[in-house]
């Protein structure tokens, strides 16, 4: 039997960005609303993630939300009832030529105008603190308050809380088609329901253009697949999430003792039924990059290998902002392989933006007009944590 209702927003999309924005809409401005979620809540990217909550590396415009996200981190236990695994384990980024050390300097220096500190340690500090590293290394910087968090945890639990402040969660419902006109969006799904309401989010995450493109808009977007590993349960040793600072391979380690690991390598996901393969060959030459930063990890047993679907947009930061064609739409979709660690903090800014049509937050870099106007970051494209 079809059914029409009626909220004062609806959300496309229940990863942690879209779990976020209900949880903030019920929680600070009392707005009455409906996620819409294709399949099961925090399933996609956001469930599959590698768990870096990292700040370092990012595009710098992006450090205020993610130094607003890393607020949030901390506050988890009393906004979704959980700590999610969030451990402030540091963050660590190594280098093992000058080039990949002078890269690491300059961003500390230009990050530190931006409110973030990091801090520079030579092979001599390095090999003290964590001796378990390959001697080789030249030195590396370090974000203290960052760590990780166990993705499959975090967006059940912002999803869980929204619902329980009164935001209507309905998963197996894909939205099919919106229309817009004066009165406000129309949004029919597979089984027949119609959701009206004069706002809407786009947090489809590697679908999100799919959206845009209703109302005339879209971003380049290119759809890939992070690789990812775990090993069996090991001794504890490793401490913070690292990686190196010549690219994206990372690794860290769960205090149940299994060591997660991934980066630089990528499957070709589908869209429709979503589907992410991992590809044991990638693999292979992926765990060479992790014992070349961990040596003592030869010989650890792989147990699982996955892959999750993520949007990247051409210039290597997401598309957030206002729609430049329909109002009351607002997007945020095509996280790079780093929206992880901001989802908290997107939720937030998107709730302010449908409530009030503004934020404190700068997010002005990220608007979809970017690709409409000369951007001023054209050519360089930005760190991504896969
Ligand atoms: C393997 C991997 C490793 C990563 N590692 C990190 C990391 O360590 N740190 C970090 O910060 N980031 C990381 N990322 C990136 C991060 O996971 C994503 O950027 C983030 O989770 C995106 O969240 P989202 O809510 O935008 O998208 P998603 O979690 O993909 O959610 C979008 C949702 O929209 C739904 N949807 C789409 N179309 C429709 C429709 N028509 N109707 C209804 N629902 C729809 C989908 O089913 C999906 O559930 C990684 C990503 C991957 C895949």
């Keep these: 039997m079809s059914r029409t209702e009626r909220f004062d927003a ?3 999309g229940g990863g942690l960005m879209g779990a976020s924005a209900a949880l903030h809409l019920r929680k600070f401005h009392g ?50 009832g959980h700590h999610c695994e969030f451990i402030p384990s540091g963050s660590l980024k190594l280098a093992f ?13 230009e990050a530190k105008h931006w409110g973030l500190e990091i ?46 402040l009164g935001a209507v969660v309905r998963e197996s419902c894909e939205v099919l088609s ?27 995450g590697a679908w999100g253009n799919r959206i845009a493109a209703w109302f005339g808009e879209a971003a380049p977007l290119e759809i890939k697949g992070p690789l990812m590993a775990v090993t069996e349960p090991l001794p504890y040793f490793l401490g913070p999430a690292l990686g190196s600072g010549n690219g994206p391979c990372y690794l860290r380690q769960v205090q149940r003792g299994n060591v ?7 499957s070709q996901p589908q869209l429709d039924p979503p589907r992410a393969q991992a590809d044991p060959e990638h693999l292979t030459r992926q765990f060479e990059d992790i014992v070349r930063l961990v040596p003592a990890l ?35 979709y095509g996280f790079c392989g780093h929206g992880f660690q901001l989802g908290p903090a997107v939720g937030a800014v998107a709730a ?22 000369t951007p001023a970051n054209a050519g360089e494209v930005h760190e991504h944590d896969d």
């Design 31 to 80: 707005m009455s609303v409906a996620v819409l979620e294709r399949g099961y809540i925090g399933a996609q990217a956001s469930g599959v993630n590698f768990g870096h909550v990292r700040r370092q590396g990012r595009f710098l415009p992006q450090l205020p939300l993610a130094h607003r996200s890393r607020r949030l981190w901390s506050a988890l236990p009393e906004l979704v």
């Design 10 to 12: 609806i959300i496309v």
């Design 260 to 266: 997660v690991w991934g980066g630089g390598r990528w």
């Design 178 to 204: 919106i229309d817009h006109d004066p009165a406000g969006f129309r949004v029919q799904t597979a089984g027949g329901e119609t959701y009206l309401a004069p706002r809407l989010l786009n947090t489809a």
């Design 352 to 373: 302010e933006y449908l409530a009030n049509g503004q934020s404190e937050t700068p997010i002005e870099p990220f608007s979809i007009t970017r690709f409409s106007e």
């Design 119 to 164: 801090e520079v340690l030579g092979a001599d500090a390095l090999r003290a603190e964590y001796p378990w590293l390959n001697p080789d290394v030249l030195g590396g910087t370090r974000v203290s308050e960052d760590g990780h968090a166990n993705p499959r945890l975090v967006t059940p639990a912002f999803g869980r809380t929204a619902q329980a």
């Design 298 to 332: 030869r010989g650890a047993q792989v147990i699982r290998t996955w892959s999750g679907v993520e949007g990247y947009v051409a210039d290597g930061i997401p598309v957030m902002g206002p729609s430049a064609t329909t109002p009351g739409l607002f997007h945020a």
């Design 97 to 109: 030529a000058e080039d990949e050390m002078d890269k690491l300097l300059a961003y500390a220096r």
